[in-house]
């Protein structure tokens, strides 16, 4: 199974913004119009006609929402997910199975708060801590990143406590997927330097949570909702 990862800047010149306008829908260029900064309605613009161009998805054609909010093709076995950060994004592409991505810009202010301590499950905090200081704002990355590509997978948002699951995050430790994430699978993907990314997988030969039908709106990165505060083609194996 192929898993198509593309990683993107959402500051492209003002020829690339006017394309991707054009393929945006109604409804999705009223949201843009929206936006109080330019800049945040560039980036929604840029993100969003991409994925568009990326599924082949014309202005006329609008996406489906899951109960939690996880965005969809009605009646489709191509499956995507989107993620962003300061800049960039990234989307993740597959067939028949369920997937989720994460990217975000490595902050070591952001990973010397207390969130490990308030969200990561027990073993992840001990097997943080357990590093030395200058390895921890990396490993807190490796382990955001893990962590949120399978909550966004598994369609539940934040409905799904983080510390439900575990995941490695040691720097000589395979990504992987622990405690509480059978059916699922985990890979590691080449993003620019200064940013952590991760994608989660379903895998068929086991028992995923089941999934929700469609319905709402779209997912966003807990981080950004936390603080109130996104290139290159990949392909990954899974």
Known sequence: MVIDVHCFSLDPGAERLRELTGSLSA???????????????????VCRGTLRNLLGLRADENFAYGIYGKPC????????????????????????????CDIERIDADFADENIPERFFSPYEV????????????????RCWTRKEAYIKACGMGMSLALDSFDVTLEPDQPAALL????????????????????????????????FQPATTIATSSLISLMRKS?????????
């Open 179 to 210: 405690r509480g994430a059978a059916g699922w699978e985990i890979q590691n993907v080449d993003v620019p330097e200064g940013y952590a990314g991760a994608v989660v997988i379903q895998d068929r030969r086991k028992s995923p949570r089941s």
């Open 126 to 141: 001990r097997s943080l801590r357990a590093l030395p200081a200058k390895d921890q704002c990396d490993a807190f990355f």
């Open 27 to 45: 409804e999705e260029r009223d949201r843009a119009g929206r936006f109080r900064f330019d800049q945040d309605r560039n980036r929604f613009i």
């Open 230 to 238: 996104g290139g290159a083609s990949a392909k990954v194996w899974g």
């Open 73 to 100: 093709l009605q009646d489709s076995e191509v499956r995507f997910n989107v993620s962003h950060s300061h800049g960039m994004a990234m989307i993740a592409v597959t067939r028949g199975r369920e997937v989720g």
